[in-house]
């Protein structure tokens, strides 16, 4: 019987270390490639067609929102699940909005990655309790609703792309690079930005890449943990 294949997107090695031993522990799974930031993850998923993703929601180049848009859009038949170590209704609001079905915490991981996996392999979703029973049907029944605030931010895909690679320090040439642009054409997306959100310098930008998780100021990894569990993400 064929393997469920699975791909790891986390830009710390340890804990793709770490959820690399839950996951092939399982019997019938295996991690068939890893990846370390956003964009490679999207080329991995493109390239081996797993039936999951798992995927760190703040990562280098492309962050885990903005590739799962883009590996959802290759792949529709791909389910996400998302790891973070925050967790608010406004996180749970953008994954779903991105397309994901799950959402763990990596404090809970070595308790909940297999079975949120088993769940999306139902179709169905996951939600780690630490997000609250609460938050979550206040957020589909927005969705039910018609009330969720998608389509508010005035900045398309590709500008988003750009932003979190200036929030992270690229120079407009290291960015036209990364997306395959002309300088050129990088700095009128930068001049677009700057003109669409009313700021005037790169600090203020990334206040609104922070602010919009574009990007996340994660805290540091304690030295010398095992894996993705409470002491070690």
């Known amino acids: 019987m064929d393997k469920t294949r699975i791909v790891i997107a986390d830009d710390h090695e340890v804990v793709r270390k770490g959820l690399r031993a ?7 799974w295996e991690v068939c490639g890893e990846a370390s930031d956003g964009r490679s993850a ?23 929102l903005e590739a799962t848009r883009q590996i959802l859009k290759n792949q529709p038949e791909t389910r996400v699940l998302v790891l973070s170590v925050y967790e608010s209704e406004q996180l749970v609001e953008e ?5 994901a ?16 996996i088993e769940e999306l392999l139902r179709n ?26 998608g389509g508010s931010s005035p900045l ?6 750009v932003v979190q690679l200036l929030a992270e320090g690229k120079s ?18 930068r001049a677009n930005i700057m003109r669409k959100l009313d700021v005037h310098s790169i600090s203020e930008l990334v206040l609104y890449a922070v602010k919009n998780n574009i990007v996340q100021i994660e805290p540091p990894l304690p030295s010398g943990g095992p894996g993705p569990g409470p002491e070690s993400a």
């Open 22 to 28: 839950i996951l092939e522990a399982h019997p019938g």
């Open 124 to 149: 169905h979703t996951f939600f780690t309790s630490r997000v609250g029973q609460l938050v979550l049907e206040t957020v589909l029944g927005k969705r039910a609703h018609g009330k969720m605030k």
């Open 101 to 116: 079905r799950g959402y763990v915490l990596k404090s809970d991981a070595s308790r909940d990655l297999v079975r949120a």
């Open 42 to 64: 999207v080329e991995k998923a493109q390239e081996l067609r797993p039936a999951v993703v798992v995927i760190d929601i703040g990562m280098p180049q492309l962050n885990g």
């Open 95 to 99: 994954v779903l909005d991105a397309g």
């Open 156 to 161: 398309t895909p590709r500008e988003r792309e």
């Open 172 to 189: 407009s040439k290291e960015v036209a690079v990364a997306l395959n642009l002309s300088v050129k054409t990088a700095e009128t997306h």
